[in-house]
């Protein structure tokens, strides 16, 4: 039996009012969708750092540290939360059927330090530095103000995960040896491509949504895809390197 996300309840307590009177029927669809698929996205994403918790543990990370990304997981079913309410002011049910979830690494055949650091290196530094900046992007051509304040709330828990990954790194520098940077550098090229063929199927290109669509979150594909890009080459390879990881090269390699 496929698992149901069924958030009505938890996410009409917001009550949120939204004036959609400039969207066809089609658009709304659209928007609708969007929002249902955010709603998903947002809440599964609780379960990478439900999973990075015991890794750090076992590799002897600072204990705040760890109370903070597991706050984190709280943060990301907010986050499917306050999507869900965006779908019910649309006009739609915040209810959808959960896609297969895939076991979150636990990259048993190296040391806990290591295991660790590829799952940071996946999930903050480069999945939610992505994240960031599209959501950048998006709130700036949202318009009502109920979902400006909604992609503002979750843009601020995505910077402060982004942050956790690049603030991580930078602390744990003095234990990353020139042979663990080397075994980190090659695992980057199949995260790369990970996040690549993630992020390409989840931003297809097809005809531009109308102002009035993207004003509402419906995605540009085209354009995010710039961002993405944008975004890789210009800030996580960049930032990879300068803590001695060979990114620019791995890139490469997942292109």
């Known amino acids: 039996m496929t698992a149901q996300l069924d958030l009505r309840a938890r996410a009409a307590r917001q009550a949120m009012v939204i004036d959609a009177e400039q969207l066809s ?3 709304r669809a659209m928007a ?3 929002w249902r698929g955010r709603m998903v996205n947002e809440y599964v994403s609780s379960r990478v750092f439900a999973a990075l918790v015991p890794q750090l543990i076992a590799a002897e990370i600072d204990p705040v540290i760890v109370g903070d990304v597991a706050a984190m997981v709280v943060e990301e079913i907010e986050h499917g939360t306050r999507c869900a309410a965006v779908v019910i002011a649309l006009g739609g049910e915040a209810v959808a059927e959960l896609p297969p979830l895939a076991d979150v690494p636990t990259h ?5 330090l290591e295991a660790a650091l590829r799952n940071v290196l996946s999930i903050a530094c480069l999945s ?9 992007a998006e709130r700036d051509r949202t318009e009502p103000a109920p979902l400006r304040a ?11 995960h982004a942050r956790f990954g690049w603030r991580l790194l930078e602390l744990l520098a003095p ?13 980057l090229a199949p995260a790369f491509q990970t996040l690549r063929r993630y992020e390409l199927d989840n931003l297809p290109i097809g005809a531009t949504p109308s102002p009035a669509a993207q004003a509402v979150g419906v995605c540009d594909g085209r354009a995010a895809r710039a961002v993405f890009f944008h975004t890789v080459e210009a ?4 930032g990879l390197e300068a803590h001695g990881l060979a990114a620019a090269a791995a890139w490469r390699q997942a292109a």
């Open 150 to 160: 909604t992609l503002t709330a979750i843009l601020s828990d995505e910077v402060g």
């Open 175 to 187: 234990r990353l040896t020139p042979a663990l940077r080397a075994r980190l550098s090659r695992y």
């Open 235 to 238: 800030v996580i390879v960049p």
């Open 25 to 27: 029927p089609a658009e």
């Open 108 to 112: 048993g055949d190296v040391e806990p």
């Open 128 to 136: 939610e530095t992505v994240a960031v900046a599209l959501l950048t």
């Open 32 to 34: 609708i969708e969007t």
